[in-house]
């Protein structure tokens, strides 16, 4: 599909559909948004309908990271969490800020910052297309210290799709997994150099007018094959599949677009595997959780049954010309209810 600069067109309305190349601008003030009955509203509510998250996940065994900033219509959210396997340390922070204080979040993907801070603890995630880097920056109260540089230079091909969401909204969302990433992180006394652990990370930007009340499941990967070609896999139903569909795998950059598939879980087990499949077979992965970070919030305004699991993959993707084995491989698998 042609290159876009801005994804609402001068009438008002947003270009559905999935990109060869990302948006540059999220102008979603815009957008003509309407209630079902077809009432227009104003710029006002406009701006506070819109929600907003990033999300990066670095995987760098035996350390891996998580960590979230979220535009919400009533409040500011962020939250990150720090897993290292070998040593079965385990940490999580979690903050919330009524009304969007502390927030700075914006609309162009790859060209803007997005922060939030609370107290003494922040957290920062700037783009730049020039020359093509994502940097992380986050300091927590207790010394926590993250300094990450994602490249999004060399071989920079990201799933962009913007989908019909309810009657009147629509979502956008541009993710890209197993990019290379740089710097340092200190933990509870112990520095992890991420380039000498040979880190990937996935960065997800998402925004629109999304349902009121949605849910979704979710898999993530960032790693590395046994041949050493890095994988990058995102896959996901419940979300994002009207008309087209966010389902891409990575193979050292290149993408290729996956087939829509089921998520079959126990949620009253956390402890227990996953089956994610596709309708063609073609897909046949096993996910065994190992922790996960969890939000349960249920407010007048909001709630969140929420529950993002770390742990291992295996099984096989057939594609055209060959079928990639994943062999126990770390990834995420989500679970997720929201009311907003």
């Not at 070998?86 to 940490?91: G, I």
């Not at 006394?189 to 990937?200: D, I, K, P, Q, V």
Request: charged fraction near 20%; proline fraction near 4%; charge should be positive.
């Amino acid at each position: 599909m042609t290159p876009r600069d801005r994804l609402i067109d001068e009438h008002g309305q947003p270009l559905f559909g999935r990109f060869d190349t990302p948006v540059s601008d999220i102008n979603f003030r815009d957008y003509k948004l309407c209630t079902p009955m077809g009432k227009p509203i104003l710029p006002k509510k406009r701006d506070q309908h819109f929600n907003q998250f990033q999300f990066v996940s670095i995987s760098a065994d035996p350390l891996f990271i998580g960590l979230a900033i979220v535009r919400l219509r009533f409040a500011s959210h962020a939250f990150l969490y720090l897993y290292d396997q070998s040593a079965e340390r385990w940490k999580e922070y979690r903050f919330t800020r009524p009304f969007r204080r502390g927030l700075r979040f914006g609309q162009q993907p790859n060209q803007d910052i997005v922060s939030f801070v609370k107290g003494r603890n922040r957290l920062t995630i700037k783009a730049s297309n020039r020359p093509g880097v994502r940097q992380v920056r986050v300091s927590m109260a207790d010394g926590t210290s993250i300094r990450a540089s994602i490249d999004e230079s060399t071989h920079y091909l990201p799933m962009s799709v913007c989908t019909r969401t309810g009657f009147s909204g629509w979502t956008y969302t541009q993710k890209s997994n197993a990019r290379v990433c740089q710097g340092e992180v200190q933990w509870q006394g112990r520095t992890y150099n991420l380039e000498s652990l040979r880190a990937l990370a996935g960065v997800d930007w998402t925004g629109g007018y999304m349902r009121h009340e949605t849910s979704w499941n979710w898999a993530s990967i960032s790693g590395r094959l046994n041949d050493q070609r890095k994988i990058g896999l995102n896959l996901s139903a419940g979300v994002n599949e009207t008309g087209f569909s966010e389902n891409t795998l990575w193979i050292d950059g290149v993408p290729t677009v996956m087939p829509g598939v089921h998520f079959q879980f126990n949620r009253d087990d956390t402890d227990s595997g996953w089956s994610v499949t596709s309708h063609d077979n073609s897909v046949r992965l096993h996910f065994d959780p190992v922790v996960n970070y969890h939000d349960h919030t249920n407010a007048i305004i909001a709630a969140s049954n929420f529950r993002q699991y770390l742990g291992r993959y295996s099984g096989e993707i057939d594609l055209p010309h060959e079928t990639i084995h994943i062999d126990n491989l770390w990834g995420l698998a989500e679970d997720h209810y929201a009311r907003w």
